[in-house]
Each structure stands twice: as C-alpha cells, then as structure tokens.
C-alpha cells in the first residue's frame, strides 16, 4: 500500500505542533535549569525508575519505598521503568520531599526491548535479570509460541525462565505437556510450576525470584495477573476473565511498573503490558537459529556456508536431527518460524 502523501497544510500544521511541543518543553527545562541554580533541589541521589508517564516518572530512592514523582531534564530521552538514575528533590518546609529532577541516567545491565507498530527497537524496560514465560494448562500452551518467546529472550540477553501455571489442572501423570516440560529443562532452562489454587502453589517461584529483577511475559489468559495479583498482595491488578467459547484471556495490564516483593527477599518484579505473541520481524535467519540454544554447536558446520538449512547436502543441523542431537520437533518449530518472517 502506497504512504498517502500529506497536503500542504497538514503539514504546516504538524510541524506547527511540533514546535510548540518542543518550546514547552525548553520552557519546562528552562525552569528546571532555574530551580537547581537557585539551589531550590537537595544534592544528588541514586534511584530507581518504578513508572514512566511521559515527561514525568515515579523514582525511588535507594534509601526509601516511597516514590518521588520527578521532571525529565529535555535531554534525558528514552528512559524506562527499571532504569537507575540519578535525580534531586526539592523538599516542603516540613522537611518532606515534594517533587524531583533526574539530571542522569545509570548505566544498564540489560534492556527489554519489542518492536513498534513501525518495527523498530524501542525499550520497555532495563535491569532485568530474569525474563519468566508463564504458560498455562489453559490456554493449551503451543511449544511453537514458547520457542519465540525463548528466541526473543536469548536475543536480549535476558536469561529466561518458563513457568507452568495453573498445575492444577494437570491430568494425572501431566500428559503430554509434563514431557514438553522435561525437553526444555533437558535443553537447560529452568521450569517453575505454579497454581494460585494451593497455599504452597508459589512457593517455587518466590525461591527463583529472590534476589533478581523480573519480568513477566506470556499468551493471554494464563494467569499473569493472577500470579501478580498474588506476589503483590497490597496492589489492585484488573484481572481479566478467560472465555469459556475461546479459552483465551484478554489482556489486562497498560503500563509497565516496578514493583518490590514483599515474600521474596530482595526481589523486585516489573509488571509489564500483556501481549498474544512476541514480535520476532527485527531478526534475522541467523539470529532465529542463534535463538534455538542447541542449535550453536552445530551453526557454522555446514558444508556450505549460505546454507539455509532446509535440504542442502551436508548440513549439520540436518545431521544433528537424524542423530537424535537435536529433537525433531523443535527444528521444526525453527523452520516454521523462518517461514513466518519470510511470509
């Protein structure tokens, strides 16, 4: 579909919108520039970003459980919930702190980041140590959907987590879903099994959150928000209901947040939005078998070096298949998702 040209006067009228845009935002920093000359803010202090609302975001400090709504500085551009920062507060005359600048931003461990509606990286989230996929007995988890969302965290760097919820509802001996479980923890990955439906149903995952920053991601209707709703027992999360005619939830939560564990010590979880399917269009071929953690012994082997790993002579994944190295079906869940991106 051809880009449908504007006239000239919605033109004039866009970057007219944009320029006062940016001259509030001067005005704004101009102010701010003001305020800590004058010497109206305290001296600097180390945080952490628990919220982002456009120009303004919700710090904590590392020496307080309470956030401080803080200004943005004009040339502070792309900051995300879990971000370290450093900001200053201008207290009342009691002594509290009413309001805060951040002047810097920290170096990052790692960064979460998805594609927009234009395709291009944009980050959702920092400082993340663990990326925990939650599938459900309901909806019946598709190992497919679960390999993309392990490709999209080993694409990251994030080291991801699967956890099975809603356990309960497992036949007995776990069927053929308990044996999908064996293959991944086999590949390596840790597994967490959860249900919200016993006392001790958590107890696992608090163990694997402990000391670590966390983010949940998942399909629709596998219980995210129920698990959230139970990790954070003091916070009001919407939770949506799962449709009895399509077994598939909606989605319920907007904006990513950082919350501190109050069971798990030292463990702090970011809330982030809900999505059906990880977007996998900004990566390559290679980066997709990259992604497949039993395929990188293999990668670089092959006889030829374009090949494409389809039926070309000599190819050692193909070897690796028949040998029984690699499990028949994950190299076909690779195939179908190269077959996706070409589409």
């Known amino acids: 579909m051809s880009k449908r040209k504007l006239s000239r006067q919605q033109r004039w009228r866009i970057e007219k919108i944009q320029a006062e845009r940016a001259e509030r935002a001067a ?9 800590l000359a004058a010497g109206e803010y305290g001296q600097e202090r180390p945080g ?3 919220a982002h609302f456009g120009r303004t975001l ?4 590392e020496d307080s459980d309470e956030a401080v709504r803080c200004h943005l500085r004009a040339n502070l551009e792309g900051l995300v919930t879990g971000d370290r920062v450093i900001w200053r507060g201008r207290e009342d005359p009691d002594g509290r702190v009413v309001e805060g600048v951040v002047v810097a931003r ?6 979460l980041e998805r594609p927009d509606a234009r395709g291009q990286l944009k980050p959702v989230a920092a400082n993340i140590d663990q990326i925990l996929i939650v599938f459900a007995v309901e909806p019946e988890p598709h190992p497919n959907l679960i390999d993309r969302y392990l490709i999209a965290a080993e694409a990251t760097g994030i080291a991801p987590v699967l956890v099975l919820n809603k356990i309960d509802l497992l036949p ?22 959860t249900t919200t439906e016993r006392e001790e149903g958590l107890d696992a995952l608090h163990t694997r959150l402990a000391g670590r920053t966390s983010v949940f991601v998942g399909q629709s209707g596998v219980g995210k928000s129920s698990l959230i709703d139970r990790l954070l027992p003091d916070e009001e999360l919407r939770i949506g209901a799962l449709s009895k005619d399509s077994r598939k939830g909606t989605h319920t939560t907007t904006t990513a947040r950082l919350y501190p564990l109050p069971d798990a010590e030292s463990a702090e979880l970011i809330d982030s939005p809900g ?19 039993e395929f990188r012994d293999f990668l670089g082997r092959c006889r030829f070096r374009d090949c494409r790993h389809r039926h070309e002579p000599g190819c050692a994944l193909l070897e690796a298949v028949e040998r029984g190295e690699i499990h028949p079906e994950r190299f076909a869940s690779y195939r179908r998702i190269v077959e996706s991106l070409e589409s």
């Open 275 to 293: 999505i059906r399917e990880f977007g996998l269009g900004h990566l390559d071929e290679q980066q997709v078998a990259e992604g497949f953690i």
């Open 48 to 50: 952490r970003v628990t």
């Open 106 to 111: 920290g170096e990052r461990d790692s960064v």
């Open 172 to 193: 007995e001996g776990g069927g053929e879903l308990l044996a999908l479980l064996h293959r991944y923890e086999g590949l390596g990955y840790p597994v967490v099994t």
């Open 58 to 61: 919700d710090v904590r400090p």
């Open 27 to 35: 005005k704004r920093d101009a102010r701010e520039s003001e305020k």
